[in-house]
């Protein structure tokens, strides 16, 4: 069974500070994906950044970055200069890559909620 | 194509009554996927279809949901017989094969 944890409901940071939003995930599976995902009181889910388990380096995409330890399973999600449109919900995610059938369906943390205060 | 779209946004139905949802994906993608989002919680996967083909549906939450995509194309989630724990944001995603799934705006049903 899969599992993540996001033990930060809610964070207030001040903009153009760096933020880390925690995520530990478990597995017994060696193959598997993390993604973050963003979520305005909009409701939308935009797609952030992923990180492969077997990937060597961390990801990147813009101002998001991946902190990924493996050993740790840990998958901390990195937002540089912060802007006010960054609040929002973000959630943590995972699936297994080669498994099928059930595997295929994202296994969501509970989510922080990040305000950004100017 | 401007991404996932989800039809009606917002539904309010009594208790008992049957509703339909409707999800168009992104036009290249294979795969579909229903999710269902409770207040102050993580979406929760429910099914999803390559092409046609339900390849998964254990996951759904009683025989009371059931979900269709006839042509691959667009998808269909129905709830027969609402009840008030039915109230949720349902949530529709499309992928291409593994790659990452991209959300529509969900639509948010209220039983009352």
């Known amino acids: 069974a899969q599992k993540i944890t996001q033990t930060q409901p809610g964070m207030f940071v001040q903009e153009k500070e760096a933020v880390t939003l925690d995520c530990t995930y478990d597995?017994?599976?060696?193959?598997?994906?993390l993604f973050w995902y963003k979520q305005p009181s909009s409701g939308e889910m935009i797609f952030l950044i992923y990180q492969g388990s077997y990937d060597q380096q961390n990801a990147t995409e813009g101002r998001y970055s991946l902190n990924f330890q493996k050993a740790r399973k840990s998958a901390n999600l990195v937002i540089s200069a912060s802007q006010l449109g960054d609040s929002a919900m973000y959630f943590c995610a995972m699936r297994h890559l080669y498994s099928g059938g059930g595997a295929d369906g994202l296994t969501f943390g509970k989510g922080t909620h990040l305000i950004i205060q100017p | 194509d401007t991404g996932v779209s989800q039809n009606p946004r917002h539904k309010i139905t009594k208790r008992g009554q049957n509703v339909t949802f409707r999800c168009d994906p992104i036009?290249?993608?294979?795969?579909l996927y229903w999710y269902r989002q409770t207040l102050g919680q993580g979406p929760e996967f429910l099914t999803y279809?390559?092409?046609?083909?339900?390849?998964?549906k254990s996951r759904l939450l009683s025989d009371r949901f059931s979900a269709e995509r006839p042509k691959g194309s667009f998808s269909t989630l129905e709830i027969q017989r609402t009840e008030q724990g039915d109230s949720a944001m349902y949530l529709c995603?499309?992928?291409?094969?593994?790659?990452?799934?991209?959300f529509g705006p969900g639509t948010r049903l209220t039983v009352t």
């Open positions: 995603a499309s992928s291409f094969q593994t790659y990452e799934q991209y």
């Open positions: 597995t017994s599976d060696p193959s598997y994906g």
């Open positions: 036009s290249e993608h294979n795969r």
């Open positions: 279809f390559q092409n046609e083909a339900q390849l998964e």
